[in-house]
């Protein structure tokens, strides 16, 4: 084995000993059942590990991840691993947490080819291709950040719509899903008002997102752009951008 696989070991044994001396006892209670309170449906990308990001521990979240946070209607590896979180781990909360520069939804945007994946990422480039006018008036340099929150939200209706959550708030049990973005830059999340509980419709939930993402994005470059880039002082221009925003252009609100 080489000597950086050793190191792996190495550190794990170090980790193991601190927490067990920390926290005695921490490894045999997680031996007897894990009860997690959230699932986690991510992208595989290595600097957005969901529990260092979200300060959990070990048996606390239900991780499921692949390129670019996808969750496909017939893909059995999602649907067991949300049905086995939802059915058995009795969940409360499921994220789907996309990343702004994610590789996945970069190339979607391009149509950049990568091999196998690119039938993977076809279903990025479906949602692309749906919110065509809306990307295109964006300044390009946004679209692709604008294009991973438009996935999230596409993502967060294809959980609610799968068996098993229809089948979950048809008998009452208490699970919402919700749609989050990550920054790699600022190392912070955001919530993108989008979470499927079954109290309001789907479509109007995922227009309302929509509408939100189109005028987040919608500002001047220099005001889109991720926090880091920001200037410090930011004007109230963006208000009249293109003329004056169309009412459906204008934000949502908590009652939409
Ligand atoms: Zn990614």
Redesign the pocket.
């Known amino acids: 084995m080489s000597e950086n696989i050793q190191s792996l070991f190495a550190h794990n044994r170090a980790w193991a000993a601190q927490m067990e001396r920390e926290r005695p006892g921490f490894f045999t209670s997680l031996v007897k059942q894990q009860t997690p309170k959230y699932m986690w449906i991510?992208?595989?990308?290595s600097?957005?590990p969901a529990n260092q990001i979200t300060g959990l521990e070990p048996g606390e979240v239900f991780v499921h991840r692949n390129?670019?946070?996808i969750v496909v209607h017939s893909d059995l590896n999602a649907l067991s691993t949300i049905q086995f979180a939802v059915d058995l781990l009795k969940v409360q909360h499921i994220m789907v947490v996309?990343?702004y520069?994610?590789?996945?939804?970069k190339a979607a945007m391009d149509g950049t080819r990568v091999g196998l994946a690119d039938n993977w990422i076809r279903h990025i480039q479906d949602v692309r291709d749906r919110h065509a006018v809306l990307l295109e008036s964006l300044p390009p340099e946004v679209r692709a950040d604008a294009l991973?929150e438009l996935n999230v939200a596409e993502q967060v209706v294809n959980v609610a719509v799968s068996t098993v959550m229809v089948d979950a708030w048809s008998r009452g049990q208490q699970v919402s899903v919700h749609g989050w973005a990550f920054g790699v830059h600022d190392g912070l999340l955001q919530d993108l008002g989008i979470t499927a509980d079954n109290q309001r419709p789907l479509d109007a939930l995922y227009k309302a997102a929509v509408q939100r993402i189109r005028f987040k994005w919608g500002k001047p470059p220099e005001l889109a752009m991720p926090v880091r880039e920001k200037p410090a002082v930011i004007t109230p221009a963006h208000t009249d951008h293109d003329g004056g925003a169309p009412a459906a252009e204008q934000p949502a609100t908590q009652n939409d």
């Open positions: 991510g992208c595989s990308d600097r957005v390129v670019a946070n996309g990343h520069g994610c590789a996945g939804v991973c």
